[in-house]
């Protein structure tokens, strides 16, 4: 936008329209040509309006504020890569570790996830469940995963409030790591948030259906965060990168949702009830179902299943 002689601001488009005679055989296609602009506009500002606005009561959006969650968890991503690196001696070959980061003997050290460890001594390897979760194999992991928790994380703390979605990131944590666990049978280490972003996706999609009428633009919001999940998932596709964890944290992300997030309107109690019902009982098959199957060291592994899911690490 450009402002005109009175300072309003206008197109470029606009300002040579209007300083073009009427007569002037141009006229016609500058017409043309600001109508193709402005419907550009109309499309820009609609998305805008769904990144800033939520719900269409400004009220829905006013949370307590809380700690500064994105900025803290971004900084301990960077301090934990720095350590790695540090204690690994800088980075290794990209022939080895294509992501520019450290060998993979770092990231087991640092907690990274290892199947057969986990499900051969479940008890000595448990806390690699949570620690993987915080770990990035290398720097152009790092920046992904940073970029998406600065652009996602501030958005949700504001919508709903950390009290709710304190719950939602650390069940998806959970889900995301198990499934990997148990579907994925290569001694490989496995780090990385995209679970837990996924499952953020998930919960604010299901989210998204239950307060249909309260959200403002219910199926543009529904479709661009929709869009934004599936280049996540599609990530899947890179070299070191596990859809198995992307899909078990948003199955994860659903059901927190459906448990954990706000319901707004004027529902029926029973309603309420019920869809709470539906994600506790999610909830409880997922994680207890998964923390049964890792007890009993019990593994899902099936080529089929990494084919669909596109993992190349199974």
């Not at 960077?78 to 790695?84: E, L, Q, R």
């Not at 720097?139 to 979605?165: E, F, Q």
């Not at 029973?270 to 207890?288: K, N």
């Amino acid at each position: 936008m450009v402002p005109d002689e009175n300072g309003v601001l206008k197109s470029p488009e606009r300002l040579e329209f209007e300083s073009t005679p009427l007569e002037s055989p141009l006229h016609p296609i500058l017409k043309r040509k600001l109508e193709k602009s402005e419907r550009m506009w109309e499309r820009l500002d609609y998305i805008i309006d769904l990144e800033k606005r939520r719900y269409k009561y400004k009220e829905l959006e006013l949370k307590p504020k809380t700690v500064p969650t994105t900025t803290i968890l971004i900084v301990g991503y960077v301090v934990v890569f720095i350590a790695m690196c540090v204690k690994g001696n800088g980075f290794v070959s990209p022939s080895v570790n294509p992501l520019f980061g450290p060998n993979f003997e770092i990231m087991v050290e640092f907690g990274g996830s290892v199947s057969p460890w986990i499900l051969g001594d479940l008890k000595k390897n448990w806390w690699r469940l949570i620690t993987a979760n915080f770990l990035h194999s290398g720097i152009i992991h790092l920046l992904i995963n940073v970029s998406a928790d600065s652009i996602l994380l501030p958005k949700t703390d504001r919508w709903y409030g950390l009290n709710r979605m304190g719950p939602v990131h650390f069940t998806t944590m959970l889900g995301a790591q198990i499934a990997g666990v148990l579907f994925r049978k290569k001694l490989i280490v496995a780090v990385g948030a995209s679970g837990v972003i996924c499952g953020t996706f998930g919960a604010m999609l299901a989210e998204n259906v239950m307060n249909w009428e309260s959200i403002n633009k219910p199926a543009g919001q529904f479709i661009y965060w929709g869009v934004q999940l599936v280049l996540v998932l599609l990530t899947g596709l890179a070299p070191f990168v596990d859809n198995i964890v992307h899909i078990g944290g948003l199955l994860t992300g659903i059901a927190a949702g459906l448990l954990f997030l706000p319901i707004y309107g004027n529902r029926p109690i029973p309603v309420y009830f019920a869809i709470r019902l539906l994600g506790l009982i999610l909830t409880t098959i997922i994680l207890c179902g998964g923390a049964y199957a890792l007890i009993c060291r019990h593994w899902l592994y099936h080529p089929y299943i990494c084919y669909f899911f596109l993992s190349i690490d199974c």
